[in-house]
């Protein structure tokens, strides 16, 4: 497979995986945030009720996990079309 067209029978199995890390990255994070905080809704930035500290934490918590979610998907991806065409995805 030459490199634009293993760029290009990739992007859609990108996206694809990006939703479903997307999905499972909130899942993940709505848990993390019941046991760390003890309460089920994670603050907004805009709710006026919750202080600096916990919505700034929130939003640090929920970036950490979809990215290291996010970088799993997509390297498990990447493998996964290695083995089944023998090229690494570019």
């Keep these: 497979m030459s490199g634009r067209i293993g760029k290009a029978a990739y992007k859609p199995v990108g996206v694809l995986l990006g939703l479903a890390a997307g999905a499972v990255a909130?899942?993940?994070f709505r848990q993390v945030w019941k046991l760390a905080a003890g309460d089920d809704d994670a603050p907004s930035a805009t709710d006026e009720d919750r202080h600096w500290g916990e919505v700034l934490a929130a939003a640090a918590?929920?970036?950490?996990?979809?990215?290291a979610v996010r970088a799993a998907v997509d390297r498990g991806g990447a493998v996964g079309v290695r083995r089944l065409t023998g090229h690494w995805p570019d």
């Design 26 to 28: 909130g899942m993940v």
């Design 61 to 67: 918590l929920q970036g950490a996990i979809f990215s």
